[in-house]
């Protein structure tokens, strides 16, 4: 029989999701459902906003956070931080995680409380990636 590697359909992706979610449940006893997705309003525009959602073992898991460049340094992300910090503990969650690049966020987490676990730098693209966990 042949061995080859072939690009999946969507069916067949959603095959392997089911598969490893069946593996999962050996080690993972619970899961939480949720997300978080929270914007600052400023004079009837988006000024700044955060999107995270529940994974595994309660840790709740930022993908997005962006303030506008015009409202930096004036307290919309720490708003938007602290917020979604207290809904989170709202959703059962007790660590958050999200990561950030080198241009991006890395003295503001650490300013938040968060805690570098790890990171990364890629010398032929000229960045770093920082990767951060704080307990709730």
């Known amino acids: 029989m042949e061995t080859k ?13 089911v598969a ?8 993972i006893t619970y899961k939480l459902q949720g997300s978080i997705s ?19 073992f309660k840790i709740l898991y930022v993908s997005t ?4 460049e015009n ?5 919309y992300g720490k708003m938007l931080i602290e917020e979604m910090e207290r809904r989170a503990k709202l959703l059962g969650a007790n660590t958050i995680r999200l990561d950030t690049f080198d241009w991006q966020g890395k003295e503001f987490y650490l300013a938040m409380g968060y805690e570098q676990v790890g990171c990364y730098k890629n010398d032929i693209d000229h960045y770093e990636e920082y990767f ?3 307990r709730i």
């Open 132 to 134: 951060f966990l704080k």
């Open 65 to 68: 956070v962006f303030v506008n």
């Open 5 to 17: 590697i072939i690009d999946l359909t969507e069916d067949q992706i959603e095959k392997l999701e």
């Open 71 to 75: 409202y930096r340094r004036k307290g």
């Open 38 to 56: 929270i914007g600052i309003l400023h004079n009837g525009a988006i000024v700044a906003g955060l999107d995270a959602c529940m994974t595994a």
């Open 20 to 27: 490893l979610d069946n593996y999962d449940r050996n080690y």
